[in-house]
Each structure stands twice: as C-alpha cells, then as structure tokens.
C-alpha cells in the first residue's frame, strides 16, 4: 500500500521583513512517519516548522506565501484556510520547542490543560488522559507520586517529556519538534529518542535535529534545509 502523505508543502516561500528565507519550499511528509529536518544554523529549520501550523503569524514582520495542506479525518485541509480555526490547528499539529516551556502550575494541569482548552470538564475522564499521556511520554512512574507538585521543579528531560505529554493529551495528529534533546544530558536525549521511535506509527513525526548520528537512528525521510529551500537527502 503507498503510504498517504499526511502534510503537503507546494511553493512555499517565507520572509522576515524584506529578507526571504524560504524559497518555493516543495515538501511531503508521510503519515505516520519520522522526518527529519536538518542543515546548518539559521537556514531557516525553525522557520519551516512554524510554517506547518501557522505559529509564523505570531511573529512580527513574518510572511509565508504558498500553500500547506494537511490530511485529517481523510481530507486535505489548506492550513491557511480563514475557516479552520488555528486553535483546532495547532491542537492536531502540535510544537515541542527546543527548550522546555512548562506552564506554571502542576505537573498534572500542565498535562490536563489542552482538555480544558478543549471543553472537557469530566475530572475522571482528564485523570485517563493524563495518565495516558504520561505513560505514553516514559514519564509516568516518575511523576505518578508528585502530580500536585509544580512542573518547573522536574528535571530538563523531565520537562521535555511532560511537554510531549501535553502535547499528546491532545490526541495531536502530527508532532513538531524542533530540536527536541539539544538542551539536554546524553542520558536525557536517548529517553526522548526512544520515545519518538514508539510516537512512530500512530503519530505523524517532523523533527528539527543538528545530530546526524540521532538522525541515522531515527528517521524514515530526511530533508536538508540549503539553497533556501528543502532538499530530500534520504
Ligand atoms: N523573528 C524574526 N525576525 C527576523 N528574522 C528572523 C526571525 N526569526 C528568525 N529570523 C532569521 O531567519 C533565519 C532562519 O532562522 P531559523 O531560526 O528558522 O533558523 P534555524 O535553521 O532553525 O537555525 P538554528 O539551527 O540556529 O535554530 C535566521 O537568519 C534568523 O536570523
């Protein structure tokens, strides 16, 4: 069976200002795959990234032109569509960023937010999702005696997975993550590496990394960013 592309890139072109950064960026990504997004710094990586799920328009002087389909439900939504809400967007394309950002509040609400931002008000169904969530994220038996604590006192790796926690509680149909184990120990960045590997499959995977050798373990289709567009490496 050939694999359904699940993200749709077609003449995509980026600018800050007067300065563009992407160039008629022709891209596919596949469901429920890992690509990784690699090149040097400041070639645009994190730009690209922005560009899946419209977080550019947050950012001042920031313009993308093209179009950007993603296939949900079955059907190829145009992301850029004034009907489709952002916040749906963002829900089922979610980010990590590179460096941690866990809300101030518990471990537990930190993971439960996106349902209340969701309309879910059942206590017993959110404690499910939590859970869910943070077994999912290998974060679970670390945290199951401590969910009332605040989340800004976990460890780096820590916080890293409770972000992808939070990020699946949402049930998210493709996960951005942009350079996900830069900020953290050895130790750290495997347990994130082996968790992507299970996302793999049900979740649709696009990974800004700088490690080739993370990326050889890794990912199914690799991009480099150069010239000012995307390049299939492998
Ligand atoms: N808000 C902004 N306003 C103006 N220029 C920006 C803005 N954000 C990024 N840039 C510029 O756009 C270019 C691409 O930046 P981007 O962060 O996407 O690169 P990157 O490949 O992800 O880099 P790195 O690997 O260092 O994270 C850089 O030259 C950067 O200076």
Redesign the pocket.
């Given at each position: 069976m050939d694999p359904v592309i699940k993200i749709r890139v077609e003449e995509l072109t980026f600018r800050?200002?007067t300065?563009t950064?992407l160039r008629d960026v022709n891209a596919v990504f596949f469901e429920g795959a890992l690509t990784a997004v690699v090149?040097p710094?400041?070639?645009?990586?994190?730009?690209?990234l922005m560009a899946l799920n419209r977080l550019w328009e947050e950012?001042?002087?920031?313009d993308a032109r093209g179009r950007v389909w993603v296939r949900l439900d079955g059907n190829e939504r145009l992301v850029s569509d004034p009907s489709f809400p952002v916040t749906e967007l963002r829900r089922r394309v979610a980010m990590v960023f590179q460096v941690p950002n866990p809300l101030p509040m518990s471990i537990f609400k930190n993971v439960a937010f996106p349902l209340k931002v969701m309309g879910l008000r059942d206590k017993a169904v959110a404690a499910e999702v939590v859970e869910d969530a943070l077994r999912r994220a290998f974060l679970w038996d670390e945290v199951k005696d401590r969910l009332r604590e605040d989340a800004r006192l976990l460890s780096g790796g820590q916080q890293q997975r409770l972000c992808i926690a939070r990020a699946l509680a949402a049930q998210p149909d493709v996960l951005l993550l942009d350079?996900p184990t830069s900020s953290l120990d050895a130790r750290a960045a495997g347990i994130i590496e082996e968790l992507l590997l299970t996302l793999k499959g049900r979740c649709t995977l696009v990974v800004?990394s700088?490690y080739l050798e993370q990326v050889e373990r890794l990912a199914d289709q690799v991009y480099e960013?150069a010239d000012e567009t995307l390049q299939l490496v492998s």
């Open positions: 800050y200002g300065r950064v090149g710094s400041g070639r645009g990586k994190s730009t690209f950012v001042p002087g920031a350079e800004v700088h960013v």
